[in-house]
């Protein structure tokens, strides 16, 4: 366990004084010891360094949900003397965050994406594994079962365990419904324009529809066409070539604000398409002085 190297520095975002990080340090060394008895069931007093790390961070990724989730509080974690029962109520929050994955799974199951893709598909059933596998008291931070399918914004490496799945439930499901709003032979054809394999290969399915929506709305054109012909395109480089940054910004956070309030989508949903806008700004950028925007926006046949 001396091996290990202390890695709390600050609760709730405030910075740990030099006295009560090795305090914390301390209580922290005392419930792994615990730990890894559970773990080894009494048969063992010590593992190996890889495994101690693994059930320390576990131990870590509980106690920092329960502060989060408001299970204890900053002040309750210094001044208790042992964490045995604050790790218990982090836990209860871990389950409770568990039984609410699961109902995001449901209505992911009853709101699919409705489009062939192989990866997608092989990430549904290996949220199923994680739910089966993951293991709560042991290894609360790790993510067992696949998860391959690429989402338009991608969860922050720095989520953990339950949290990355929620979250990268929680997106899923946003993609799902804003596809869901399209006619699906509409999608397939943009899908097809852009990647012939789309079924088979590891792409994601929102992005290319999202974009062209806001390319639709940026040109006061039928958003659900989903199509941007080629006139249309040149209509838009002649558009925004007079366009600096902030006027560039500007119109396409209208655009994506249009598009949200046709599909009446919820603040969530809106914020993920404010994002993809977002991110459509350096790509236009690096375009418009060639004259055209075929990189960004997409043209199938009818």
């Not at 773990?39 to 106690?63: D, I, K, N, Q, W």
């Not at 709101?111 to 596998?133: C, H, Q, W």
């Not at 365990?161 to 929620?166: F, L, R, S, W």
Request: hydrophobic fraction near 40%.
């Amino acid at each position: 366990m001396n091996d290990l190297t202390p890695i709390i520095y600050t609760v709730n975002d405030k910075p740990l004084s030099e006295e009560e990080q090795i305090a914390l340090q301390g209580k922290l060394w005392q419930l792994l010891a615990r730990q890894t008895d559970y773990y080894t069931m009494g048969c063992s007093s010590s593992v190996r360094v890889e495994m101690a790390e693994e059930l320390y961070h576990s131990l870590l990724f509980t106690l920092q949900e329960g502060l989060k989730y408001g299970a204890f509080d900053r002040t309750q974690l210094l001044a208790a003397k042992d964490l045995e029962l604050l790790l218990r109520e982090g836990r209860e929050v871990i389950e409770k965050q568990v039984e609410a994955g699961k109902r995001l799974w449901m209505q992911i199951q009853q709101n699919p994406a409705g489009i062939n893709n192989i990866s997608y598909d092989d990430t549904l059933k290996g949220l199923v594994e994680f739910f089966k596998r993951y293991d709560i008291r042991y290894f609360a931070h790790q993510i067992p079962g696949d998860i391959d399918y690429q989402l338009g914004h991608h969860v922050p490496d720095e989520l953990l365990g339950i949290e990355y799945v929620n979250t990268y439930l929680r997106r899923l499901l946003i993609e799902n419904s804003f596809i869901r709003c399209f006619e699906t032979d509409k999608v397939v054809r943009l899908l097809q324009s852009s990647c012939p394999d789309y079924c088979g290969q590891l792409i994601n399915l929102y992005e290319p529809v999202a974009i062209n929506a806001i390319g639709l709305a940026l040109l006061n054109e039928n958003i659900y066409a989903l199509n941007i012909t080629a006139e249309m395109k040149e209509s838009l480089v002649s558009s925004l070539q007079g366009c600096d940054k902030d006027c560039l910004s500007r119109l396409l956070a209208q655009s994506a604000e249009k598009v949200s309030s046709l599909l009446k989508a919820g603040a969530p949903a809106a914020d993920y398409l404010n994002q993809t806008a977002a991110e459509l700004l350096p790509r236009i950028e690096l375009l418009l002085p060639t004259g055209h925007l075929d990189g960004v926006f997409l043209t199938f046949s009818v």
